[in-house]
């Protein structure tokens, strides 16, 4: 889900993996960061931005550390 | 005041985890995982931070951390959620009645197993005891009365090679012994926030093992269900750890200062204050066992934090009362674990038990001796 012109969202299933996934992504050197949810259905963090051109690569890195993704 | 109740809640708290604990209420106190705003997420990250704590503590992962209110609430969590109704399990004879109570009322088959024999014959008996039905094994890692600690490594072998699950109570040796969950194959380990791990009274937690990862924490039964933050729209609780266990808000300045308390520990080292224990139970030990008036329980075994005691013929109520009035804490009758008192034989009105804490000194332990004397002569 496109938020803006260059950050993508990654949605994880709760605040608790979203918080690790975001730790995960920035020891990776994907500078990503816990945003806050727009999603009404959500209503919480769960999500992290990544820069559009890099989210395959932190997709990439959540599957292989068995974080599962939304 | 000498304070010699750290078995049921340790006291005094690190400095570090009273701060911890008013910084959170002056500052951050939002509801983790409620919200999207500063206050939530800084609470959420504090949260996080202690689940990280706790899985680099027994070598597990953070989202396999799921807080609850003590070891009780975890245990009850832990045991219904896991075993389902006609199992047969099998339990110590060391068991808290957190353990029990849940496993009578559930309907569960149990059998108990001799802890007071050496390792290879504890193995041999549980073996003997293992039926078609057995699902598993709920042991402490040590006992809240005596000095007793249970081979949680040879017990976890066990049920890996018979295929049960393995659910360990650490109530008493969460931050004092070393455990890996991964080597012990423990599927639940289950410990308190306000004991040896120097928090505050109001959390306790479950840490469950890669079984129940991702999707696979759909296994477990919920004990509670209810809100989580998350997936609000779905009719039923969350598929994965640790919301799927966690309805309702968390006891966020507890954790705080269970974080605190965890780093405390971590700092000073588990080796550093189970040889202080160890040291202050001996030098009691000494005083203790030469006297033909007192009967103490499990004397060889003093590799421990606890001393349980009985004045020949004097109701152990009395003693602790008398010793309150000289300004010592200790506590008296059966501890909540009768079974252990039954295999020790402490009769019809329990013993007293002594707990050593990483804050309690030599010199306190020679004022009690001193005092004890009095107190024998008196009652």
């Known amino acids: ?70 | 005041m000498i304070y010699f109740d750290n078995a049921a809640t340790t006291f005094p708290k690190p400095e570090s985890v009273k701060a911890e604990v008013g910084r959170c209420i002056d500052q951050y106190c939002g509801n983790p995982g409620r919200g999207g705003h500063r206050m939530s997420a800084a609470a959420a990250k504090t949260v996080y931070d202690c689940r990280c704590e706790l899985a680099e503590l027994f070598s597990a992962k953070p989202e396999s951390v799921v807080f609850t209110l003590n070891t009780t609430h975890a245990l009850n969590i832990a045991i219904k959620g896991i075993a389902r109704k006609g199992d047969h399990i099998l339990i110590s004879n060391m068991e808290h009645n957190s353990v029990l109570r849940p496993i009578i009322a559930e309907g569960y088959d149990y059998d108990v197993f001799d802890t007071l024999k050496p390792t290879e014959a504890m193995i041999r008996e549980i073996c003997s005891r293992i039926t078609s039905r057995t699902r598993g094994i709920v042991c402490t890692h040590h006992s809240n009365i005596c000095p007793v600690g249970l081979p949680i490594g040879a017990v976890g072998e066990l049920c890996r090679q018979r295929g049960l699950f393995f659910i360990v109570d650490a109530a008493q040796t969460a931050g004092i012994y070393p455990i890996d969950m991964s080597k012990c194959n423990i599927d639940a380990l289950c410990f308190a926030g306000h004991k040896s791990l120097y928090g505050i009274q109001g959390v306790g937690g479950i840490v469950f093992s890669q079984k129940y990862k991702g999707k696979a924490a759909r296994m477990l039964h919920t004990l509670v269900q209810g809100g989580s933050g998350m997936a609000s729209l779905e009719e039923n609780m969350p598929l994965y750890l640790p919301e799927r266990l966690e309805a309702g808000t968390l006891a966020t300045p507890a954790i705080a200062g269970l974080l605190a308390g965890v780093k405390e520990v971590r700092q000073r080292g588990l080796a550093d204050i189970r040889d202080h224990g160890t040291m202050l139970c001996r030098r009691m030990l000494e005083r203790l066992c030469n006297d033909d008036r007192i009967e103490v329980y499990c004397p060889d075994m003093q590799s421990s934090e606890i001393v349980l005691f009985n004045i020949k013929g004097v109701s152990p109520d009395l003693v602790a009362e008398a010793l309150d009035k000289e300004g010592i804490c200790v506590r008296a009758g059966f501890h909540c674990a009768p079974l252990a008192h039954r295999a020790l034989g402490t009769g019809d009105k329990g013993a007293v038990r002594v707990s050593f804490g990483a804050y309690n000194t030599p010199q306190e332990v020679d004022i009690f001796c001193d005092t004890l004397q009095k107190v024998k002569q008196g009652v």
């Open chain 1, 1 to 70: 889900m496109v938020k803006s012109n260059d950050r993508c969202m990654i949605y994880l299933p709760s605040q608790t993996y979203a918080i690790s996934a975001a730790k995960l992504l920035r020891l990776k050197g994907i500078g990503a960061s816990e945003v806050k949810e727009t999603d009404s259905k959500r209503g919480c963090i769960n999500g992290v931005a990544v820069s559009c051109r890099d989210t395959a690569a932190a997709k990439q890195i959540l599957i292989s550390y068995s974080i599962p993704i939304s």
